[in-house]
Nanobody, 121 residues
Framework: QVQLVESGGGLVQAGGSLRLSCAAS????????MGWFRQAPGKEREFVAA????????YYADSVKGRFTISRDNGKNTVYLQMNSLKPEDTAVYYC??????????????WGQGTQVTVSS
């Protein structure tokens, strides 16, 4: 069992930046893919970014490419999501996830509780 705890969410103006952190504990594996998803009110959970464990390959949703950067520190069992040039449409609850990977939520078997990101216009 892997426990994931997100932090770093908050309220920011459009064009601003935030960095989310996700601390993993328990039966963690450096080979797991770590991902970020988000869910806005009334919408389905959507993929944001992921980084594989073995080679550090990164994947991004088209909507965040060039603005968001995922990184991980295996020594600290922590994954980060640096979010720049934020837009109001980025407002959502952001979830950290761990598992075999992919861009679908079904590819992850451990989830954090989520952290709220609100971008004001």
């Amino acid at each position: 069992q892997v426990q994931l705890v997100e932090s770093g969410g908050g309220l920011v103006q459009a064009g601003g930046s935030l960095r989310l952190s996700c601390a993993a504990s328990g039966r963690t594996s450096s080979s797991d893919t770590m991902g970020w998803f988000r869910q806005a009110p009334g919408k389905e959970r959507e993929f944001v970014a992921a980084m594989t464990g073995n080679f550090g390959t990164t994947y991004y949703a088209d909507s965040v490419k060039g603005r968001f950067t995922i990184s991980r520190d295996n020594g600290k069992n922590t994954v980060y999501l640096q979010m720049n040039s934020l837009k109001p449409e980025d407002t959502a609850v952001y979830y950290c996830a761990a598992g075999p990977g992919g861009t679908g939520a079904y590819g992850y078997n451990s989830w954090g509780q989520g952290t709220q990101v609100t971008v004001s216009s």
